[in-house]
């Protein structure tokens, strides 16, 4: 006779071996430069660093990035160069054939080691050449994959005006989303759309989001009466949203703590603490939290979620009763396992390389909700897991789908195991209400190549070729 172990009231934490296993940080020049239209960032590393830059981003050799390397060589990590004189050379250079609005200057892991004082280079250089000059580390030994990006967004905040530096109606003239909104619109339509809005304080979004998706939780906003007053990044350096004591901030996605703490220690801004908008429940979650804070009753989004959840019952019946595992790598893995699960799916463990419990803490109570509600046994959460016996509990586990680093992905495949890259969500378009279709869409696409082969008969082939 065997006695039924009781289950944990709560989530499980567990923390392994302290590495980080994931895509390096300065990955995040990929998006970051895209979405800063005046920006050049500068990545100052060794030749790794390069050909890392070369493989991310070689998708895009047929644009004209704004980012470049300035190369470490043997001269400068044994300090006999001068490091100022060398930035100042580059500098120049960029400001000459670029003439951008800032200049980032990305740090790596051997400026970490060696020690480079870009922070106390960056102000004497700025007042030279009359450029902002930001610095944001983005090292692989401090921060995973994601975090770079929350590097530069925390770094950003801290030159963000504290005061509007034109008349309040001018500066949403000028402001980039305001213009995209009100396009086609008379000045007295505008003025009407104005006063639809509810009296709250102003709310600055932050998170690095591409403009579509921008505009559709802009929009989602201002459905509930909620004007948003700018967001982290802007399209230019030089639309940066205001920041004064008492503004509201929200955050669009887990991974941006840094900048959450910078907005609230060194602005003085209040942050809403709410699930993040990924999947139609996510959304749904935020939006509610939002208008809580302001006092404003929510209208129309029990109709909405229940239209995009009809709208995505093709692939809700390929996933559900289907286990995932994640192995961590783009910090993501939460606010996806919470909307997977609320597809129908179980999910046994999920592997993250850094969890801070505070920033991310509503939408781990959301998780925990959800998993109550469609009753699931609740999942480990793993911090910074250790590759090796994680790779041991998949093969204990035998999950339909892993969402896995890339250099996991084919050794697991060649054993017979569906995966996914989680950098592929990473580069998705996957917040708000409408791209919840594109989620499913990712993560299915294993599942029904499968199905495929089974109906081509060749599943017994790939089985036989994972034996030998």
Not at 61 to 88: C, H, Q, T, V, W
Request: hydrophobic share 40%.
């Amino acid at each position: 006779m065997t006695v039924a172990q009781p289950q944990p009231e709560g989530l499980t934490f567990e923390c392994e071996t302290g590495n980080y296993h994931t895509f390096c940080p300065i990955s995040c020049v990929a998006w970051l430069y895209q979405k800063i239209e005046d920006s050049f960032f500068l990545v100052i590393g060794t030749k790794t660093c390069g050909y890392f830059l070369q493989n991310a981003m070689g998708v895009m050799i047929f644009a004209e990035p704004r980012y470049a390397m300035a190369e470490l060589e043997e001269g400068d990590i044994s300090a006999k160069l001068n490091d100022y004189d060398e930035l100042k050379r580059l500098c120049l250079q960029i400001k000459r054939d670029r003439n951008p609005s800032v200049i980032i200057w990305i740090g790596t892991c051997t400026t970490e080691i060696i020690k480079t004082d870009l922070e106390g280079l960056a102000p004497k250089l700025e007042s030279e050449l009359g450029i902002p000059i930001v610095v944001a580390r983005a090292n692989g030994l401090d921060y995973a994959f994601t975090q770079g990006e929350d590097t530069v967004l925390a770094a950003m905040a801290a030159r963000c005006p504290d005061k509007a530096p034109v008349a309040e109606t001018e500066k949403n003239e000028r402001n980039a989303i305001q213009k995209l909104l009100n396009f086609g619109k008379q000045k007295e339509d505008v003025a009407q759309e104005e006063s639809e809005y509810a009296n709250h304080p102003p709310l600055v979004l932050f998170g690095s989001l591409p403009d579509p998706v921008v505009t559709n939780l802009t929009l989602e906003l201002k459905k509930q009466g909620i004007k948003v007053s700018g967001w982290l990044p802007a399209k230019r350096y030089t639309e940066l949203p205001v920041l004064e004591e008492g503004y509201y901030v929200a955050g669009v996605n887990p991974f941006l703590s840094r900048t959450a703490t910078t907005l609230m220690r060194r602005r003085k801004c209040k942050l809403i603490g709410a699930p993040f908008p990924i999947g139609p429940d996510g959304t749904r979650a935020w939006i509610e939290k939002i208008c809580s804070v302001f006092n404003i009753q929510p209208k129309g989004l029990d109709e909405r979620e229940a239209q995009i959840w009809a709208s995505m019952e093709d692939y809700l019946q390929i996933v559900r009763g289907k286990s995932v595992f994640f192995m961590g790598d783009n910090l993501l893995e939460v606010s996806l396992a919470r909307f997977l699960i609320r597809c129908g799916m179980t999910c046994p463990e999920i592997g993250i390389p850094y969890m801070d419990k505070r920033y991310q803490d509503a939408e781990l109570k959301l998780l925990e909700k959800t998993c109550h509600e469609m009753g699931v046994p609740l999942p480990t959460i793993v911090e910074k897991p250790d590759n090796y016996n994680q790779i041991q509990r998949i093969y204990e586990l035998k999950p339909d789908l892993v969402i896995t680093g890339m250099a996991h992905a084919n050794p697991l495949e060649a054993r017979g195991i569906n995966t996914k890259w989680s950098v592929e969500f990473t580069f998705a378009q996957m917040h708000g209400f409408t791209n919840a279709r594109d989620i499913l869409e990712l993560v299915t696409r294993p599942l029904r190549r499968n199905n495929s082969l089974k109906d081509l008969g060749w599943d017994k082939l790939v089985k036989e070729d994972a034996k030998v």
